[in-house]
Nanobody, 126 residues
Framework: QVDLVESGGGSVQPGGSLRLSCTTS????????MGWFRQAPGKEREGIAA????????YYADSVKGRFTISQDNAKKILYLQMNSLKPEDAAMYYC???????????????????WGQGTQVTVSS
């Protein structure tokens, strides 16, 4: 069982920044591909960022590329999502997700993570 606990959501004005955290346990970060998804009301859940077990390889959806950065602190066992230049369309529930490491493309993780956190809400409005 992998436990994922998100935090850091909140309300911010357009152009502002937030940093989301996903607290893990054990050796999750070194044995699982990790990432962030989001879901806005009435829309499908979208995979927006992912990182390999080494922390070297990353994936970003076009919608967040250049504005969001995924990173991890192995000592603290925390996955982060730094979100800059936030737009109203970034407002959503954000979820941390994990999938046991596999050798393949990002698609498998984006389609079917093994574990989910409970989510943290991000609101972007003036």
């Amino acid at each position: 069982q992998v436990d994922l606990v998100e935090s850091g959501g909140g309300s911010v004005q357009p152009g502002g920044s937030l940093r989301l955290s996903c607290t893990t346990s054990g050796d999750t970060l070194s044995t699982h591909i990790m990432g962030w998804f989001r879901q806005a009301p009435g829309k499908e859940r979208e995979g927006i960022a992912a990182v390999s077990t080494s922390g070297v390889s990353t994936y970003y959806a076009d919608s967040v590329k250049g504005r969001f950065t995924i990173s991890q602190d192995n000592a603290k066992k925390i996955l982060y999502l730094q979100m800059n230049s936030l737009k109203p369309e970034d407002a959503a529930m954000y979820y941390c997700a994990a999938k046991k490491w596999y050798d393949g493309s990002w698609d498998l993780f984006l389609r079917a993570p093994d574990y989910w956190g409970q989510g943290t809400q991000v609101t972007v409005s003036s």
